[in-house]
């Protein structure tokens, strides 16, 4: 008691110099160091996956690309072979069929075939596409189609266009088959393709960004092709140690290395990729120093933000959180119970600091006063609930006293609405609003002459539509009454009819408001089983029967099915009477 006495006495700012003093800033700190570590290497192998990534994209980029080129080469093949025509294959494709066949597959493909020299094996057949070829060129076809010629598959070369200096891919592709389609030995007919690598020169130029280099390397470990470097350095590459283990071992590779240009030693990071279609390799490179630079000015840069968080965490959050958390969370619980609804809800909080056990005794003061509160407002609404129920009680009070054969007739109607919308399954709301719609639906009949009202005999057809009108007075009657809006359909259309013949809109079927086809089936029931000025009462099993038939022309059949198996369940009763009355006596 004495301990908590003087904590709930000290001020705020003294605890905190104190907790400062004692909260351990070499815990932070040493957990700060070992994030940043983990985050060091966290980076570093991010780098290392994007050399990855980028060396593995390339390959399988440039392996597509020359496989599509050299399936369609082979399919061209095939189709010449098995063209009909003489059996020397320098003839046969001299043929027309032979040459519009040649010049189709080169005009449609002419945005990647550079050129087409479709060669039988002595070297002989047409050139199509761009026909003058360098003398580069020509050697480059012609090593291909020997090498094609002596190994029987397909033979890939590189080569830079004299012209642009572009890309250029050499894809000789042996066909052995026979002219029925059957395996020879040897080949009987080479395509030899200058092919277009624009997709090369484009996704090189896409990924050597900023520091970072690209290489295709020949199957020698020669720079075929680079971007983002000069001739000296793509030389210096083919010589690293990178490209002569993969000239061993053409794998997928990642290691540091060094490289000498004009003497001056540079260290990289690299990933070597291989193309497994052409024997080829991508290699990604960047500079050591640039890769791991950018990491460490991340690294210094999040230390930094870690260091100024661990001192604002240290001075504001580690008190607040550890130290005052538990009063804050006791008071935090008790304002969810008051907000429940749980309004007699106290706190005992005894500090740390006189402001919480101010500020806990403030609480208690407020939450007695909202009990209070609540509980007048409660019982004001309970009241007032009460008042308006009586009023409409009075009302249709008023009006049944006006015809004293029906008193009593607007109560037994709201109950038996009530008993059926039950069964029906709707809820408590609906429940009562159909109570007081069914309390007021004859309202209206306040405006009808007594003589009609009254009147001991059959209606006149006069008096019939006078009375008739009483669903619209009664409307007109309560429509100013905002409360009374959801009740204003059953006060009008408790004589509409399921097949749209009753009074006074003639709505039809679904279009009538579910609470006034309730209170219809209510109103009848109980018109039929109490006495009337032009009829007696009759029996209420009697009354069942004369709905259950005018289900589906007057009444809704999911309303009808409600009230009887609310009759049959004995939630609606009726007293046993005389004769049962005449159709026509149910319309009033």
């Given at each position: 008691?004495?301990?908590?006495?003087?904590?709930?006495?000290?001020?705020?700012?003294?605890?905190?110099?104190?907790?400062?003093?004692?909260?351990g800033l070499i815990p932070l700190?040493?957990?700060?160091?070992?994030?940043?570590?983990?985050?060091?290497?966290?980076?570093?192998?991010?780098?290392?996956?994007?050399?990855?990534?980028?060396?593995?994209?390339?390959?399988?980029?440039?392996?597509?690309?020359?496989?599509?080129?050299?399936?369609?080469?082979?399919?061209?093949?095939?189709?010449?072979?098995?063209?009909?025509?003489?059996?020397?294959?320098?003839?046969?494709?001299?043929?027309?069929?032979?040459?519009?066949?040649?010049?189709?597959?080169?005009?449609?493909?002419?945005?990647?075939?550079?050129?087409?020299?479709?060669?039988?094996?002595?070297?002989?057949?047409?050139?199509?596409?761009?026909?003058?070829?360098?003398?580069?060129?020509?050697?480059?076809?012609?090593?291909?189609?020997?090498?094609?010629?002596?190994?029987?598959?397909?033979?890939?070369?590189?080569?830079?266009?004299?012209?642009?200096?572009?890309?250029?891919?050499?894809?000789?592709?042996?066909?052995?088959?026979?002219?029925?389609?059957?395996?020879?030995?040897?080949?009987?007919?080479?395509?030899?393709?200058?092919?277009?690598?624009?997709?090369?020169?484009?996704?090189?130029?896409?990924?050597?960004?900023?520091?970072?280099?690209?290489?295709?390397?020949?199957?020698?470990?020669?720079?075929?092709?680079?971007?983002?470097?000069?001739?000296?350095?793509?030389?210096?590459?083919?010589?690293?140690?990178?490209?002569?283990?993969?000239?061993?071992?053409?794998?997928?590779?990642?290691?540091?290395?060094?490289?000498?240009?004009?003497?001056?030693?540079?260290?990289?990071?690299?990933?070597?990729?291989?193309?497994?279609?052409?024997?080829?390799?991508?290699?990604?490179?960047?500079?050591?120093?640039?890769?791991?630079?950018?990491?460490?000015?991340?690294?210094?840069?999040?230390?930094?933000?870690?260091?100024?968080?661990?001192?604002?965490?240290?001075?504001?959050?580690?008190?607040?959180?550890?130290?005052?958390?538990?009063?804050?969370?006791?008071?935090?619980?008790?304002?969810?119970?008051?907000?429940?609804?749980?309004?007699?809800?106290?706190?005992?909080?005894?500090?740390?600091?006189?402001?919480?056990?101010?500020?806990?005794?403030?609480?208690?003061?407020?939450?007695?006063?909202?009990?209070?509160?609540?509980?007048?407002?409660?019982?004001?609404?309970?009241?007032?609930?009460?008042?308006?129920?009586?009023?409409?009680?009075?009302?249709?009070?008023?009006?049944?006293?006006?015809?004293?054969?029906?008193?009593?007739?607007?109560?037994?109607?709201?109950?038996?609405?009530?008993?059926?919308?039950?069964?029906?399954?709707?809820?408590?709301?609906?429940?009562?609003?159909?109570?007081?719609?069914?309390?007021?639906?004859?309202?209206?009949?306040?405006?009808?002459?007594?003589?009609?009202?009254?009147?001991?005999?059959?209606?006149?057809?006069?008096?019939?539509?006078?009375?008739?009108?009483?669903?619209?007075?009664?409307?007109?009657?309560?429509?100013?009454?905002?409360?009374?809006?959801?009740?204003?359909?059953?006060?009008?259309?408790?004589?509409?009819?399921?097949?749209?013949q009753g009074y006074p809109d003639?709505?039809?079927?679904?279009?009538?408001?579910?609470?006034?086809?309730?209170?219809?089936?209510?109103?009848?029931?109980?018109?039929?089983?109490?006495?009337?000025?032009?009829?007696?009462?009759?029996?209420?099993?009697?009354?069942?029967?004369t709905i259950t038939k005018l289900?589906?022309?007057?009444?809704?059949?999911?309303?009808?099915?409600?009230?009887?198996?609310?009759?049959?369940?004995?939630?609606?009763?009726?007293?046993?009477?005389?004769?049962?009355?005449?159709?026509?006596?149910?319309?009033?």
């Amino acid at each position: 008691m004495g301990r908590k006495g003087i904590a709930s006495k000290i001020s705020l700012r003294h605890l905190i110099l104190l907790l400062i003093l004692v909260s351990g800033l070499i815990p932070l700190a040493t957990g700060a160091l070992l994030l940043t570590r983990l985050n060091t290497r966290v980076l570093e192998r991010q780098e290392q996956s994007y050399l990855t990534r980028a060396s593995r994209v390339l390959s399988e980029d440039i392996s597509s690309s020359t496989a599509a080129a050299r399936r369609q080469f082979d399919q061209l093949g095939n189709g010449l072979l098995l063209l009909p025509g003489p059996e020397d294959l320098v003839e046969r494709l001299q043929q027309p069929e032979a040459q519009r066949y040649l010049a189709n597959f080169v005009g449609s493909n002419q945005d990647w075939v550079y050129s087409l020299n479709v060669f039988d094996r002595y070297g002989e057949g047409p050139s199509l596409g761009v026909t003058s070829q360098g003398a580069i060129l020509r050697a480059a076809v012609n090593q291909a189609f020997e090498r094609a010629l002596r190994e029987g598959v397909s033979s890939y070369g590189f080569v830079r266009n004299p012209d642009d200096n572009s890309p250029l891919g050499v894809l000789a592709q042996p066909i052995s088959i026979d002219s029925q389609g059957r395996a020879t030995r040897s080949p009987r007919l080479i395509l030899v393709g200058i092919i277009r690598l624009d997709l090369l020169e484009k996704v090189f130029q896409r990924e050597a960004e900023g520091e970072v280099s690209v290489f295709l390397i020949g199957p020698d470990g020669g720079v075929l092709w680079a971007e983002g470097a000069d001739e000296r350095t793509s030389r210096a590459v083919g010589e690293s140690a990178l490209v002569r283990d993969f000239e061993r071992r053409p794998l997928n590779m990642t290691s540091e290395y060094e490289l000498f240009v004009q003497g001056k030693k540079l260290n990289m990071v690299g990933r070597v990729s291989p193309v497994s279609e052409t024997g080829w390799g991508v290699v990604v490179q960047k500079p050591l120093a640039a890769a791991y630079t950018a990491t460490k000015e991340v690294v210094r840069t999040a230390l930094l933000s870690v260091l100024i968080l661990l001192f604002i965490a240290l001075a504001v959050g580690t008190l607040a959180a550890q130290k005052f958390g538990a009063p804050f969370q006791r008071l935090a619980e008790s304002s969810h119970e008051i907000a429940g609804g749980n309004f007699g809800q106290r706190v005992n909080v005894m500090g740390p600091g006189k402001e919480i056990a101010n500020l806990a005794q403030d609480f208690n003061l407020m939450s007695e006063y909202v009990e209070r509160y609540v509980a007048d407002l409660q019982a004001a609404a309970e009241e007032n609930e009460q008042l308006f129920i009586n009023s409409i009680r009075a009302f249709a009070a008023a009006v049944d006293a006006k015809d004293p054969y029906t008193r009593g007739h607007s109560e037994r109607v709201a109950s038996y609405s009530r008993t059926i919308a039950d069964h029906l399954g709707q809820s408590e709301e609906f429940l009562h609003r159909i109570w007081i719609a069914g309390v007021l639906h004859d309202v209206g009949k306040i405006g009808i002459e007594d003589k009609v009202l009254k009147k001991g005999g059959v209606l006149t057809s006069e008096e019939y539509d006078e009375m008739k009108l009483h669903p619209v007075i009664g409307f007109d009657i309560l429509q100013p009454i905002g409360p009374l809006a959801e009740m204003l359909p059953a006060v009008r259309w408790h004589h509409e009819a399921w097949n749209g013949q009753g009074y006074p809109d003639g709505l039809k079927g679904e279009s009538i408001p579910l609470i006034a086809r309730i209170v219809a089936v209510a109103d009848t029931f109980d018109a039929i089983t109490t006495n009337r000025p032009y009829q007696t009462a009759y029996t209420p099993d009697y009354a069942v029967e004369t709905i259950t038939k005018l289900t589906g022309s007057r009444f809704d059949a999911k309303v009808v099915t409600a009230f009887l198996r609310a009759f049959e369940q004995g939630a609606i009763e009726g007293k046993e009477t005389e004769p049962p009355p005449s159709s026509a006596d149910l319309e009033a």
